[in-house]
């Protein structure tokens, strides 16, 4: 479809006398009214006119369109159409490309964007609220990518801080409970609330913690050595979770890394006549876009010790200078929105213009619904457990439904169902929207979930498999056949098409708004069109022309379901 929409703004280009793109194009609220709608609210300024008036006049003067695009006017919007013979042939034509993947293009061929995501703390568990950021992120780097930006994911490890300091001194006092292995993060974890416990009744403690973090930020070699345990265990136990999400970042670069970059930073605010010393710290007073003050940005305790803020107002410049990005999204929690805003209002300040390539996207919170989360694993809701109890109850749903599964294949498709549960439900809600988990409406196969999305994709290989069993394909691939595509002409199957046609536009769209959800959305009306296809038109029929040409329709809505629920992050099992 991206093809018949660059048709028509290359058209509209040259009526409305300036650039137009694909992005210009709305898509009609009612099929029925066409494919694409071009609104003209906007022009109503420039040409003096009501929009309905103009939209009459664009429709008239757009009178060389190529054949099989149909305009008219309707209100306020031009509307267009694809004719149904252009449709099915084009665009099976592309869908069936096995050179080509759908809707990609070439690599690099893009703005660079840095998406930053995950940023979980060290020494800590990830947690399942983790996952928002996670797959957030990855999903919109793996589209990205897939729509030819220079895309490059940023993980900024939490690793700096006065914890840190507690944490060396929690380890001295309990670290011989180890007799010699090495710490796991649930051990870190368990040193650190007891060193809360211990401190209550010795406040020394607190002296000593901040005396341990003062040796670490001077470079003292034992502690630094300490720390540097403490990261790596904790850096080895998420890049488990990592790999079985399948999320691969191009830099792990901790907040730590920033600390040398701080002085000449905090040497040129000062310079700009920025910094105030405000309650023993140093500070950007600043306002917001209305001119009202908010609280101002802390950069710097008296005795030379960073913050959380000063460290991000460094990665900002370092990621500026090393990427001269187009773009920067911080994939983080809505309780940082105050945060980001003092980042990018000082950075404003201090004339790094561009911080207006910069945005926060933020996270709603999960909520646990129904509560049937099992607690005998303790601490459930780290992101393991949760996905552990999703896989056991993945596995009842699968041996409930289908008894011919190999038990050995049973482990790895509760595995993949599991996961695609979790990430679709997590990833089809809006970023911005709290997550209700409801395990047992997470898993079901019948509402608008991973499983059935999954399901899905694994009807249509079926569909295929059976067609290959009975001789009609040769292989699990259906060729392009010109003539037969033409016999596609009943509403549902050119709906079907339309619908895969649009993946692109959904692609681009779930980019500009950075929303995830926007992609999963369309995947549910991707399964929707294919259900109504499936049940009115019968695949394997009497023609054996027009059986290909709807094969080809199955083919066709697995490729957009496979590489949609990929970029997703969701695998698509064989079967299950
Ligand atoms: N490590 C932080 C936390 O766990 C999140 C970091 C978000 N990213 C950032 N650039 N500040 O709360």
Known sequence: MERFAQEIAQHLSVVLGRPCTPSDLDLPPDPTMGDFAFPCFRLSKERRKAPPAIAKEIAVELTNLPAGIEVESAGPYVNFRIAGDRLAQELLKDLLDPERAYAKLPADSRSTWIIEASSPNVAKHLQIYHLRS?????????????????????????????????????????????????????????????????????????????????????????????????????????????????????????????????????????????????????????????????????????????????????????????????????????????????????????????????????????????????????????????????????????????????????????????????????????????????????????????PYLQYAHTRCLSILRKAQDSGILKELQVPFHSESAKLLQAPQELALLKTLGHFSLHLERTLQYSKASHLSSYLIDVVRAFNIFYRECRVLSDSEDLSRARLGCVQATRTILKTGLSLLGIPTPNRM
């Open 134 to 450: 996670t797959a957030h992120g990855a999903a919109l780097h793996r589209i990205a990518k897939y729509r030819g930006f220079r895309a490059i994911l940023i993980n900024h490890l939490g690793d700096w801080g006065t914890q840190y300091g507690k944490l060396a001194v929690a380890f001295d006092m309990f670290g011989s409970e180890l007799a010699g292995r090495r710490p796991t993060v649930s051990d870190l974890v368990d040193f650190y609330v007891r060193f809360h416990q211990e401190e209550e009744k010795n406040p020394a403690l607190a002296d000593q913690a901040r005396e341990a973090f003062r040796k670490l930020e001077a470079g003292d070699p034992e502690i630094r050595k300490l720390w540097e345990e403490f990261r790596e265990t904790s850096i080895r136990e998420f890049q488990k979770s990592y790999e079985k999400l399948d999320v691969h970042f191009d830099e792990i670069r901790g907040e730590s890394a920033y600390i040398p970059d701080v002085p000449p930073l905090m040497e040129d605010l000062r310079k700009k006549g920025l910094l105030v010393l405000s309650e023993g710290a140093w500070v950007v007073p600043v306002a917001d876009l209305a001119g009202k003050d908010i609280p101002p940005c802390i950069l710097q305790k008296q005795d030379g010790a960073t913050l959380y803020a000063t460290r991000d107002y460094a990665a900002a410049i370092y990621r500026f200078h090393r990427y001269a990005f187009h773009r920067m999204s911080y994939i983080v929690g809505a309780e940082q929105k105050l945060h980001f805003e003092q980042l990018f209002l000082v950075l404003k300040k201090a004339g790094h213009d561009w911080v207006d390539r910069c945005e926060h996207i933020p996270l709603g919170l999960y909520r646990f619904r129904g509560a049937k989360m099992s607690t005998r694993k303790g601490n459930f809701t780290t992101l393991e457990a949760v996905l552990a109890e999703a896989k056991e109850r993945a596995h009842e749903v699968i041996q409930k439904r289908e008894h011919s599964i190999p038990p050995e294949e049973l482990d790895a498709i509760a595995e993949a169902v599991s996961l695609g549960a979790v990430l679709f439900h997590d990833l089809s809600t809006d970023p911005s929207k709290d997550v209700e988990f409801d395990l047992d409406r997470v898993v079901d196969f019948d509402g608008e979930t991973g």
